[in-house]
Nanobody
């Protein structure tokens, strides 16, 4: 099992920044890819960004390219999502997820483990 705990959410004004963290514990060696997803009220969960624990490889949703940056600290088993130039449409619950497959996927169904989520609210 892998446990994921997100933190760093909150309320921010449009144009501001936030950094989300996802701390992984347990059998983290069984996972290759870490992803961030988000879900707004009444909408489906959508892909935000993903990164591999080792080696190169990142992917971003078109809606966040140039504004969000995903990174990792292997020594801390932690993945980060730096969010800048935030917009009201970025408001959602943000979830961290782990995948046991090498290929980076944007589909929530591909991910094996999920955190509890952290709320991000961007005011206009």
């Amino acid at each position: 099992q892998v446990q994921l705990v997100e933190s760093g959410g909150g309320l921010v004004q449009a144009g501001g920044s936030l950094r989300l963290s996802c701390a992984a514990s347990g059998r983290t060696f069984s996972t290759y890819v870490m992803g961030w997803f988000r879900q707004a009220p009444g909408k489906e969960r959508e892909f935000v960004a993903a990164i591999r624990w080792s080696g190169s490889g990142t992917d971003y949703a078109d809606s966040v390219k140039g504004r969000f940056t995903i990174s990792r600290d292997n020594a801390k088993n932690t993945v980060y999502l730096q969010m800048s130039s935030l917009k009201p449409e970025d408001t959602a619950v943000y979830y961290c997820a782990a995948d046991s497959v090498w290929a980076i996927s944007s589909r929530p169904s591909e991910y094996d483990y999920w955190g509890q989520g952290t709320q991000v609210t961007v005011s206009s």
